[in-house]
């Protein structure tokens, strides 16, 4: 059974994953509405891996006899100055869920609870993908910038992005 101070912290965990659900959903939205379909497309695939992350959290801590407690979600930022502004946001938003995931681990460890050392595993790994995403995105923006036909054909790169498959990979 996950101790009282895991629950806690799995809890928050949870929270900052829909949390990043709703900021990447701003972030489509913002893209929407300045004719950027693609790179809309590239949020709204991240937004749903965000909230696959707080499910399987939830599942772990109902299959540990945890109780799942859901908290508010502040409301997202909408307005960016430009598209890399957007993505260097992306960036800074995963580095901090990186951390808090490390921390997680960390109290796992603390706590002796080698199922959630190995449930957390999995996020460990995901958020060096989730970064490297983001930094990818960030390089090709940069390598564009003042170029609005650049900017275009990234639009279209970013709108191959499934569940599967990266932006710079798609
Ligand atoms: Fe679930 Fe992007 O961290």
């Given at each position: 059974m996950l101790s009282p101070k895991l629950q806690t912290a799995i809890n928050a965990q949870i929270n900052l994953e829909l949390a990043s659900s709703y900021a990447y959903l701003a972030m489509a939205s913002h893209f929407d509405a300045n004719s950027l379909p693609g790179m809309s497309n590239w949020m709204r695939v991240q937004s749903e891996e965000e909230r696959v992350h707080a499910m399987k959290l939830y599942d772990h801590m109902g299959d540990r006899g945890g109780q799942v407690v859901l908290g508010a979600i502040p409301a997202p930022n909408h307005e960016f100055a430009t598209p890399l502004a957007v993505f260097e946001a992306a960036l800074h938003h995963e580095q901090v869920v990186t951390k808090s995931i490390h921390a997680l681990y960390a109290l796992a460890v603390a706590e002796n609870d080698y199922p959630a050392q190995v449930m957390l595993q999995w996020f460990i790994?995901?958020?060096?993908?989730?970064?490297?995403?983001?930094?990818?995105?960030?390089?090709?923006?940069?390598?564009a910038a003042g170029n609005p036909s650049a900017i275009l054909m990234l639009d279209q790169l970013f709108g191959a992005r499934t569940a599967e498959a990266t932006a710079g990979e798609a």
């Open positions: 790994n995901e958020q060096v993908e989730e970064e490297k995403n983001a930094m990818t995105a960030i390089d090709q923006l940069k390598m």
